[in-house]
């Protein structure tokens, strides 16, 4: 899938990959993509949640090799 | 300045009951499903990532003058609030050495019982509501439903003087990941359980064992068939003194099937355990479980999680004068659907059917335990 920005949270503990998401959502425009690629397993279940808190959207998740991507399409606020 | 507590200070302020103000920042599933929990704990959870730019709305509600707790899944996002809060000038602010992680995974060890021939210690594992013993005499010991933390069995056996002979399991735990095994090729110590449970590994069937005696103890097998619960499990009897019960009988109240779907069949078994053997032993013995489900309900005066079984007689209408049939009308009643989590997997490994890496191992028994909430009164 096509992004308009990649985040490499990658070796990252929590908060670090959300903090790092939530300062590059802020930069992008409204309806732009945003891939973060993270490794912290808690990243899952805490970015499904970020996303619905800050009216963002989920487009797709993935996991590779023991890498969680996922792709965040940056909502109207 | 920021003030970190660990695991073991949390448990001794819940024991006191000692007021705790606790702001959980994990995300909200995490913490309905799992949090810590205490007669005056209050308790707010705001997810870390709605406090990225700021904790003024946290602030709003956390009093001022609180012994503030904040807490996280392992650490980093707790640190990352609390030192935010300790800037905006709050003090007596701490956060959780090791997150939830870590609260999951200590034991806290107190003595339940001590005469001429024998001592016993128990671990509460306060995070997940199971509990381990230690049974002391002369120069050896018996461990029953040790958690996979065996250096600390191990640890306490030094610091007494005393081997670790034997190790029971109650039944196959679906909970928790049983240290039993690891415990007995640690020690080698004879590592007992039902056959009829499954396990794959090496091990002394409880079903050709009436007796376990060492030193100046005997510890008589109860077999308490509970197909609902788990194929076979036992209770031991130490000394006419102290029953192990395992999930049989709790202090507040009797065991429940959970994972069988045999609720009857088992709800007879049960009765037959109560009204045959159970009623024949005496007011006083101790009763000490496997599990419990409320600290604060069932940590008694001495500071031990255990009652006389007069006592729970006492309060347990079912345990008293009840027909058979009425019995297991109550029992199928009461019947519940929920399940620990990860329960396939964990009774996998603790058949030796499957194995896990320590960290899988940890992340499997992260959670409640499910076990715990099911007795009923």
Redesign the interface.
């Known amino acids: 899938m096509k992004s308009n920005r990649i985040v490499d949270a990658k070796g990252l503990?929590?908060?670090?990959p959300?903090?790092k998401t939530?300062k590059a959502i802020n930069e992008l425009q409204t309806g732009e993509i945003l891939e973060v690629h993270a490794t912290d397993?808690?990243s899952r279940?805490?970015m499904a949640?970020?996303v619905k808190?800050?009216g963002n959207e989920m487009v797709q998740e993935q996991e590779e090799n023991g890498v969680f991507k996922f792709w965040i399409k940056k909502g109207s606020h | 300045m920021l003030n970190v507590m660990t695991a073991e200070q949390v448990a001794k302020t819940l024991k006191n009951k000692e007021e705790l103000f606790i702001l959980d920042v994990r995300n909200e599933s995490d913490f309905q499903n799992w949090k810590i929990e205490g007669e005056n704990v209050e308790l707010l959870n705001i997810p870390y990532f709605d406090l990225i730019d700021g904790v003024e709305q946290a602030l709003s509600q956390i009093p001022v003058g609180k012994k503030l707790l904040v807490v996280c899944a392992k650490e980093g996002s707790s640190k990352f609030v609390a030192e935010q809060i300790v800037e905006a000038g709050r003090e007596n602010v701490h956060y959780l050495h090791g997150g939830m992680k870590a609260w999951s995974e200590h034991l806290e060890q107190v003595i339940v019982y001590e005469d001429q021939q024998v001592k016993v210690y128990q671990f509460i594992r306060v995070g997940k509501g199971c509990l381990s013993y230690m049974v002391l005499s002369g120069k050896e010991a018996l461990v029953v439903d040790p958690s996979r933390f065996t250096d600390l069995y191990q640890k306490v056996a030094q610091n007494e003087g005393v081997t670790i002979k034997h190790i029971v399991d109650s039944h196959l735990h679906a909970d928790h990941i049983s240290g039993g095994n690891v415990l007995a090729d640690a020690t080698g110590a004879s590592y007992y359980l039902m056959k009829s449970e499954g396990a794959v590994f090496d091990f002394k069937a409880l079903e050709d064992h009436e007796h376990i005696q060492f030193e100046l103890v005997d510890m008589q097998v109860l077999a308490v068939k509970t197909p609902g619960h788990t194929p076979g499990s036992v209770s031991f009897l130490v000394n006419d003194k102290l029953l192990f019960s395992g999930d049989t009988i709790f202090v507040g109240g009797l065991g429940r099937p959970d994972l069988g779907g045999k609720v009857r069949e088992w709800a007879e078994d049960l009765y037959e355990t109560v009204y045959d053997k159970v009623s024949q032993m005496a007011d006083d013995v101790i009763v000490l479980p496997a599990h419990y489900a409320n600290l604060d309900d069932e940590l008694n005066q001495e500071g031990y999680i255990g009652a006389a079984l007069g006592d729970i007689r006492e309060k347990n209408e079912l345990m008293r004068n009840k027909n058979k049939s009425d019995f297991i009308d109550s029992v199928a009643a009461s019947a519940h659907s929920e399940t620990p989590p990860n329960f396939e997997e964990i009774v996998a490994i603790n058949r030796g059917v499957e194995e896990a890496t320590p960290d899988r191992q940890q992340e499997l028994e992260i959670g409640p335990n499910r076990c715990a909430v099911h007795h009923f009164a």
Do not use: Q, S, Y
């Open positions: 503990a929590c908060p670090m959300i903090v939530n397993k808690g279940n805490d949640a970020w808190t800050t």
